[in-house]
């Protein structure tokens, strides 16, 4: 078989990994428009932060090892599903009988002009590069940065702690999309702590340019103009698709793939970042673009690839935060029966739906969140011990005990 792997981030790497454990013979063909090995985009911050090549996670010389004919630096044009081959920007034609589209995607801001130079971007390592190239030159002292997701608030602490002054501009409250106004608050005063100033309510109408071509500030909707020596675009993630256009490779925010992450042509599979699919709890289209997901979806691609017929569970909605100095976790929603403790540093906040966990966020202590993520994936219905589930020790001795209850519905 005759495989073609367009993107080298944990996607496509595990379903690399996953083919060459089950068939020797295949011929991997991967490709990465950027210069490196294969990294995790993670491991990039604490690289950044000690020197320590750590990002590379699978050594450099996976390629070899596997039996892989990666070609990095290698940029897709486009791809043509009708005869079964991909353009690369230099000219040349690759043909595949399985092709994966594993290109991730990069930050953005939905403000005009927040794609053009001056805005830079942390998503890739070429970007992050390009980034910290200007802090260590010293011709970054500044740094603005429109949005508080969660990779906008790790750009904030890293450069903060490189000696940056950084200003983050926050529309309502921080991981709008992952966190509850009360944790959010804590987080939010965790940053202000590191020494970020945040802007609060403030939301920025456009790109402001010097001379037309490069961007210099953010031009606020009071019409007020903030500079800085370096932008950076985060309130979000866009998925890697403008390659796609006129492929007939079905696209909406990402790309569009069934419960096998087969997109509309069936030798054509999406995996990571750039890939929508359904959420394990809500069963929503969603790009859920966090590592664990581009994993298990990179190995689907490779079961079924292999012809095993192997369907996705769908999509994790998780993010933990690891630089804060405080551990955060936020699964799922924020909807639903909310159940509360706070202790000192510690937050336990759990929404329930019908009996079920369908959510939590956990701050200062993070040891449940095993435990109860298992229960909220088995959809285990908690009600004749929820009272017992903010409980510091919660955990598998609660449960082994509990299995005995009648109705706790945990008996095997
Ligand atoms: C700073 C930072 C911290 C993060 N921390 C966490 C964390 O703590 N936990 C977590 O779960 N997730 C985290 N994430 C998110 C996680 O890294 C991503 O979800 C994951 O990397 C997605 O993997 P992927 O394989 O889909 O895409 P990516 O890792 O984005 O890889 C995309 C690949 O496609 C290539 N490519 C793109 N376009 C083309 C093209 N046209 N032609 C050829 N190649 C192309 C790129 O060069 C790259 O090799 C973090 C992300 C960042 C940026």
């Not at 906008?152 to 501009?169: H, M, R, S, Y």
């Not at 970020?196 to 340019?209: H, K, P, S, T």
């Not at 017992?388 to 609660?398: I, S, T, V």
Request: a neutral charge.
């Amino acid at each position: 078989m005759n495989i073609l792997i367009i993107g080298a981030g944990p996607a496509g790497v595990t379903a690399a990994e996953t083919l060459r454990q089950y068939d020797r013979q295949a011929q991997i063909v991967m490709l990465s428009a950027e210069p490196y090995p294969p990294y995790s985009p993670p491991a990039m911050v604490e690289y950044f932060h000690t020197g320590r090549e750590v990002h590379f996670w699978r050594g450099q010389d996976w390629a070899q090892r596997l039996g892989v004919d990666y070609r990095p630096g290698t940029h897709v044009r486009s791809v043509n599903p009708q005869d079964s081959t991909v353009l690369l920007e230099g000219g040349q034609s690759l043909t595949y009988e399985r092709l994966l589209i594993a290109t991730g995607g990069r930050l953005y801001a939905p403000i005009p002009g927040s794609d053009l130079p001056g805005i830079y971007n942390f998503k890739s390592l070429s970007a992050a590069e390009a980034l910290l190239k200007l802090v260590k030159a010293k011709e970054a002292r500044t740094a603005l940065i429109v949005g508080a997701g969660f990779v906008g608030v790790e750009i904030a602490l890293l450069l903060a702690d490189l000696g940056v002054q950084v200003t983050q501009l926050v529309r309502s409250r921080v991981m709008r999309a992952m966190l509850d106004p009360e944790t959010a608050e804590i987080v939010l005063q965790a940053i202000q702590q590191r020494g970020i100033q945040v802007l609060r309510g403030e939301d920025a109408d456009a790109v402001a340019f010097e001379g037309q071509t490069r961007a210099a500030g953010v031009r606020l909707r009071s019409g007020k103009v903030l500079t800085a020596d370096v932008l950076v675009a985060a309130t979000g993630l866009r998925p890697n698709i403008e390659f796609l256009a006129g492929s007939g490779i079905e696209t909406k925010w990402g790309i569009r793939v069934d419960d096998h992450q087969r997109t509309n042509f069936p030798a054509i599979y999406a995996a990571g970042d750039v890939a929508e699919t359904v959420d394990r709890i809500t069963g929503e289209r969603y790009v859920h673009a966090i590592f664990p997901n581009a994993v298990t979806q990179g190995q689907v691609v490779a079961y079924n690839m292999l012809g095993w017929d192997m369907a996705y569970e769908g999509a994790d909605s998780m993010n933990s935060l690891k630089h804060l100095g405080l551990p955060v976790m936020a699964v799922g929603l924020m909807e639903g029966e909310e159940l509360r403790l706070r202790r000192g540093g510690i937050l336990r906040k759990l929404f329930l739906q019908d009996g079920r966990i369908v959510g939590f966020r956990l701050v200062g202590d993070v040891s449940a969140a095993g435990i109860y993520r298992s229960l909220m994936n088995r959809r285990t219905d908690v009600s004749a011990f929820k009272q017992h589930l903010l409980e510091p020790g919660f955990g598998m001795g609660y449960l082994t005990e509990l299995a005995a209850w009648p109705g706790a519905g945990l008996a095997a």
